[in-house]
């Protein structure tokens, strides 16, 4: 199957949510945006550090890094990125984006914008896409089987790349797309981060936009975490986390469920 095949069915499996962030691409070209220009190499944070065996690497971005992911795999993404859970959320700066049921069920998803990267994270449930669908590229990146898309790049007044994985044994599919200095190797390397959540460590769970309170406690319990609500009158129900969805954080630690009205 050719990548933009590949492209084609995603954005088709997923709906028009996805397929808002996978328009911009198309066509293949293997230069990058600004070939020559070079960026210090970003560095693993400091709450990670000794997590990870080596630190991860990106042509360009902020100074550091931050781990995000879902079902125990995560990847760096610039510390800087904004995380979004909700469905019709506009963008507000390059953004983790998290795709649920919801997302597919009312048609809607934050629009791209120029000059906005992103990292789209959601489930194989979901997409429909299966590791043997991303024929393109099959590789073991730290300990994990990889199945990826080829870096898809289309140019025009900014050049924006993209590139679609997935990991065997984990239900996360990642989208990161790119329109920075050199977005070809930006995507390759954000790929090429992914590994298993750090040994000692969790995540904070994707939890849907409008769960209730009483299920979204219920998702950090399952994940090792503890959750607190605001003390507001009924109804209410969850519309973020603090810290984020996909964050890699320490077993037990106390998560802060953001509410509102509905």
Not at 30 to 44: F, I, M, R
Not at 54 to 71: F, I, K, N, Q, Y
Not at 180 to 209: C, H, K, N, W
């Amino acid at each position: 199957m050719t990548a933009p095949i590949i492209v084609r069915a995603l954005a088709l499996s997923v709906g028009a949510s996805l397929l808002a962030l996978t328009a911009c691409t198309g066509g293949t070209d293997d230069t990058d945006a600004s070939p020559t220009s070079k960026s210090p190499p970003l560095s693993v944070p400091s709450h990670l550090s000794g997590q990870v065996t080596e630190p991860t690497t990106a042509p360009a971005g902020p100074s550091a890094l931050r781990w995000v992911g879902m079902d125990g795999v995560v990847v760096a993404v610039p510390e800087s990125w904004g995380t979004s859970v909700a469905p019709c959320a506009a963008p507000d700066g390059d953004t983790v984006w998290f795709m649920g049921v919801l997302s597919m069920r009312i048609d809607c998803a934050p629009q791209p914008i120029d000059g906005v990267s992103s990292l789209t994270i959601t489930s194989t449930r979901l997409s429909g896409l299966s590791l043997h669908r991303l024929a393109d590229h099959d590789s073991t990146i730290h300990g994990l089987n990889v199945s990826s898309s080829d870096a898809i790049c289309r140019n025009a007044a900014i050049t924006v790349c993209s590139v679609t994985f997935t990991a065997s044994g984990s239900d996360a599919v990642f989208r990161v797309v790119s329109q920075a200095d050199q977005p070809r190797a930006f995507v390759l390397a954000v790929r090429d981060s992914i590994r298993r959540v750090p040994s000692g460590r969790t995540m904070v769970p994707f939890i849907e936009y409008g769960t209730s309170v009483v299920k979204a406690k219920q998702q950090l319990t399952d994940a090792g975490l503890r959750g607190q609500s605001p003390g507001v009158a009924f109804p209410h129900s969850t519309t973020g986390t603090d810290p984020p969805a996909g964050s890699v954080v320490a077993f037990g630690q106390p998560v802060e469920l953001n509410v509102g009205d509905g």
